[in-house]
């Protein structure tokens, strides 16, 4: 497992932007699938996005061309630019970490997790 802390989150308005970031402890980041996910209040988990060990990456519909996950393997991070935020948008943001060699979208497919970071869109 992996040591995951997220940071970037914080209280914005609609349209506005955010970029959260997920730092990794350890020598082994750069093996594992990073994702995203979000939790809204009486919500369950849901996948936001995740970057694959050779850079691909997969997005749930509702934040496609709004969103966008890199990695830089040199910091350990794993990055999240979120643009055009909706209220809907707000949720506690959870980075995690797995060994998969696809994007997956199923939180159980990932071991490790960071303790989420809170995002507040106003209308």
């Known amino acids: 497992q992996v040591q995951l802390v997220e940071s970037g989150g914080g209280l914005v308005q609609a349209g506005g932007s955010l970029r959260l970031s997920c730092t990794a402890a350890?020598?082994?980041?750069?093996?594992?699938?990073m994702g995203w996910f979000r939790q809204a209040p009486g919500k369950e988990r849901e996948f936001v996005s995740a970057i694959t060990v050779t850079f691909s990456t997969g997005y749930t519909d509702s934040v496609k061309g709004r969103f966008t996950i890199s990695r830089d393997n040199g910091k350990n991070t794993v990055y999240l630019q979120m643009n055009s935020l909706k209220p809907e948008d707000t949720a506690v943001y959870y980075c995690?970490?797995?060994?998969?060699?696809?994007?997956?979208?199923?939180?159980?497919?990932?071991?490790?997790w960071g303790q989420g970071t809170q995002v507040t869109v106003s209308s």
């Open positions: 995690a970490a797995g060994s998969t060699l696809v994007v997956v979208t199923s939180p159980s497919r990932y071991t490790s």
């Open positions: 350890g020598r082994t980041f750069s093996t594992y699938t």
